[in-house]
């Protein structure tokens, strides 16, 4: 691999090409955060914020979700994957953050992933973005591309983002991992993995040079 090609060259590519990004999922309170990443599984996030912005106007916090229960929240989220399973964990979620945290959000991932429908996947979107603690969550789209550009060769999400704190600096963490989904959503997809870490540069480099013709 030609040498410039490195995880600095990555990370300032995918800032060249997205200078701004945002988090992908609504939610005001702790809770409503939580429990959109909780139905994002397997989802889009379009497909979430439209369930959600119904449902956020009469659930604020786990006591609302505990009130409501199981039924009530599924016909919120009945147009989400897995709604069934989804609006039980929210529900024993809710449930078990009144009983055991005084209706408060956890802000560790040790804590967070004692919850029902909490994974580290979860728990890392959850506080990376919260900015309660550091964390470089892997999803399918940061799989997928890390393992094309040759950063990891694991398939285990928790020694992918092992693989990933150690290349990049703590400061890129959250800001490159929104960066690698939107790249993985618009770029590099599952029907369009390059043959090497090489093809995966060379197609980022040429992307990164169109954007500043233009």
């Not at 809770?31 to 119904?54: E, H, P, R, W």
């Not at 929210?90 to 449930?95: D, H, S």
């Not at 940061?142 to 983002?161: L, M, N, Q, Y």
Request: glycine residues 6%.
């Amino acid at each position: 691999m030609i040498k410039k090609y490195t995880p600095k060259f990555f990370s300032r590519a995918l800032r060249t090409l997205y200078p701004t990004v945002d988090r992908f999922l609504e939610g005001e309170t702790d809770f409503q955060f939580l429990c959109s990443i909780v139905l994002s599984a397997q989802m889009t996030d379009i497909g979430v914020n439209k369930a959600t912005k119904s449902l956020f106007r009469f659930i604020k916090n786990p006591e609302d979700a505990v009130k409501m229960g199981k039924e009530g929240l599924y016909e919120y989220i009945k147009s989400v994957n897995y709604g069934p399973t989804k609006a039980k964990h929210i529900f024993e979620m809710a449930k078990l953050l009144c009983e055991k945290f005084e209706g408060n959000v956890p802000k560790t991932r040790k804590e967070l992933i004692t919850l029902p429908g909490v994974g580290n996947k979860t728990s890392g979107v959850y506080t990376v973005q919260k900015g309660y603690e550091p964390a470089f969550p892997v999803d399918t789209h940061v799989a997928r591309v890390t393992r094309a550009f040759g950063f990891t060769s694991h398939s285990d999400p928790s020694k992918i983002e092992e693989d990933l704190q150690k290349l990049f600096p703590e400061s890129e963490w959250l800001p490159l991992h929104l960066r690698i989904i939107v790249y993985g959503r618009n770029v590099l997809t599952a029907r369009k993995i390059p043959h090497s870490p090489c093809e995966a540069f060379e197609e980022l480099q040429k992307r990164v040079l169109e954007s500043t013709h233009t």
